[in-house]
């Protein structure tokens, strides 16, 4: 079985959103027996997650922090609660706040499962700390396969 984690960009449009889903659905139907990785935030997070659940992958979630769950957009509550439920296993780390530093070591740690990582990024610098550039350079560093996912068409915030 691979792991594959995810890292990318959230607050995507929904046109944006529905390019990333077909991107990630189309590279995933080049596997089978997946186990998906991920944080579960807004964005590639969720998409990624929903994916591989929906074609009855196998789920690991990583929790940065106690309060992540918090730190979401509200309107991403009610998927994050959905696909929690549908989790084979989530490893939560012992940060309290959800932090650009609980961010990246949740990052690390998902590597550290993982086979391959999808990122769905648009090849730019990170924003902050720990954002998908980071994550990207950390795999790379470890020679961890890398699956770039933007799709002509597809913007950022």
């Not at 189309?26 to 964005?43: I, N, P």
């Not at 979630?61 to 106690?66: C, S």
């Not at 084979?88 to 550290?112: I, Q, W, Y």
């Not at 990582?117 to 090849?123: E, M």
Request: a negative charge.
């Amino acid at each position: 079985m691979v792991h594959i984690a995810i890292s990318g960009h959230r607050g995507l449009g929904a046109a944006t959103s529905k390019l990333v889903e077909d991107a990630i659905v189309h590279a995933l139907t080049e596997r089978s027996d997946v186990t998906g990785v991920s944080c579960l935030a807004d964005g590639a997070d969720q998409i990624f997650a929903r994916a591989v659940v929906d074609r009855r992958g196998a789920l690991e979630v990583v929790v940065p922090a106690q309060k992540y769950r918090e730190g979401l957009p509200a309107e991403a509550h009610a998927e994050y609660d959905a696909l929690m439920k549908k989790a084979r296993t989530a490893h939560r780390l012992n940060f309290v706040e959800s932090t650009s530093e609980s961010h990246m070591e949740a990052s690390k740690l998902m590597l550290d499962l993982a086979d391959e990582l999808y990122a769905v990024w648009d090849g730019q610098p990170a924003r902050g700390y720990g954002g998908t550039a980071d994550v990207v350079a950390e795999a790379r560093s470890r020679g961890i396969r890398v699956r770039v996912i933007w799709p002509e068409g597809a913007q950022r915030d």
